[in-house]
Nanobody, 116 residues
Framework: QVQLVESGGGLVQAGGSLKLSCAGS????????VGWYRQAPGKQRELVAT?????AVNYGDSVKGRFTISREGTKMYLQMNSLKPEDTAIYYC????????????WGQGTQVTVSS
């Protein structure tokens, strides 16, 4: 059984920085991608950043040039710079297995609030 726990969220002023962490436990033998998603009130969950097992990275258009995703073993990070009020959301870490027959894993989320 895999568990993901996010941390590092909080309140920050516009233009500031914040670093999120995701700690994983359990074992997944084959991973397609890991990443971060976010959901603001009244909106659908959206892509923030992903990184595949081959090292390819993909960022949502709204965070390109400002956010950086990284992975070290069972830990994943999201460095967020030049934060904007529209970045306010609950941020979730995610693990996608290589095969579609296996379930995805999600953390409980961590709140990020950016004040203007």
């Amino acid at each position: 059984q895999v568990q993901l726990v996010e941390s590092g969220g909080g309140l920050v002023q516009a233009g500031g920085s914040l670093k999120l962490s995701c700690a994983g436990s359990g074992i997944i033998f084959s991973i397609r991608a890991v990443g971060w998603y976010r959901q603001a009130p009244g909106k659908q969950r959206e892509l923030v950043a992903t990184i595949t097992s081959t090292g390819a990275v993909n960022y949502g258009d709204s965070v390109k040039g400002r956010f950086t995703i990284s992975r070290e073993g069972t830990k994943m990070y999201l460095q967020m710079n030049s934060l904007k009020p529209e970045d306010t959301a609950i941020y979730y870490c995610n693990v996608k297995p290589r095969y579609s027959t296996e379930r995805e894993y999600w953390g409980q989320g961590t709140q990020v609030t950016v004040s203007s």
